[in-house]
């Protein structure tokens, strides 16, 4: 399965950090985003992920997803 994240962020002139990572702590993915959205299409196993999205480093929101086969 190829997951589909949308994300509308809320941009004030700085540059969000996207990390994402998986129940055994491995970054899955360490992207900086510009602008409003971002979609992730990517093929991930099957489980759990986590994501915290970051602006100087400070954790600004927190979430997770599920990946299904």
């Known amino acids: 399965m190829i997951p589909h994240m949308i994300m509308n962020l809320i941009n004030h002139g700085k540059a969000f950090e996207l990390i994402i990572i998986d ?3 491995n970054t899955i ?8 959205e ?3 299409n990517e093929r991930l ?6 994501w915290t999205l970051q602006v100087d480093k400070e ?11």
């Open 29 to 36: 993915l360490n992207k900086a985003i510009r602008g409003n």
């Open 38 to 40: 971002f979609l992730l």
């Open 59 to 69: 954790m600004i929101y927190a979430g997770k997803f599920p990946a299904i086969a």
């Open 23 to 25: 129940n055994k702590e």
């Open 45 to 50: 196993s099957p489980g759990l992920y986590y």
